[in-house]
């Protein structure tokens, strides 16, 4: 179980570790021992929240493995909506959480971070934006949620639906009923 006695660096990175190791493992036991956490210390807990671990936050991996439970702990604890992560292998760097459900469709997550609000149109390191995301991982109702909400479509032509005899290198705008400019990373 997660404890917060002290608040040292070896504590946090060690908390943090026992978040990631339960959300792969238990996710009712995660639940527990966030609400404990919490419970225990709401500013630890935040600090424990958004602790990088080989470039990801708890926060971030909540959101990339769709724990809505503990994303909603997260920002009850006081993690800012859009805290960026670092660079882990395989990501682009700057991601925020809404970047990651967007990749991820998750619209259920997505408005959670909306209605604590996420900015819509932040840019990871590469420049791409969290509709991008959702474009490029065709995700068509990540995109429309994003769109409803008010994410700037600018790269998109939701006008546009590309046929069968018209595609291109990008299987993306042959399988979204729009067309979003920009490449796979």
């Not at 990339?64 to 006081?78: I, S, Y």
């Not at 925020?96 to 991820?104: D, E, G, V, Y």
Request: aromatic fraction near 4%; proline fraction near 4%.
């Amino acid at each position: 179980m997660v404890t917060c006695i002290s608040m040292t660096m070896d504590d946090l990175h060690s908390d943090a570790c026992t978040l990631f190791a339960l959300l792969r493992r238990d996710e009712d036991s995660l639940n527990d021992a966030g609400k404990q956490l919490v419970k225990q210390n709401r500013k630890y807990a935040c600090y424990v929240f958004m602790h990088e671990v080989d470039g990801w936050t708890p926060f971030h991996a909540f959101v990339l493995r769709g724990a809505r439970k503990m994303v909603k702990l997260c920002l009850k604890a006081g993690v800012d909506v859009n805290l960026t992560m670092g660079s882990p292998d395989g990501v682009p760097g700057g991601c925020s959480a809404l970047h990651l459900a967007a990749h991820r469709g998750d619209v259920s997550i997505i408005n959670v971070l909306i209605s604590n609000g996420a900015d819509l149109n932040v840019r990871d390191n590469s420049s791409k934006t969290p509709v991008l995301y959702a474009s490029l991982a065709n995700n068509s109702l990540a995109v429309r949620k994003l769109q409803r909400a008010g994410a700037d479509m600018t790269g998109c032509d939701v006008n546009s639906k590309q046929s069968p005899d018209n595609m291109t290198s990008s299987p993306t705008k042959c399988l979204l009923p729009f067309v979003c400019t920009g490449g796979r990373r």
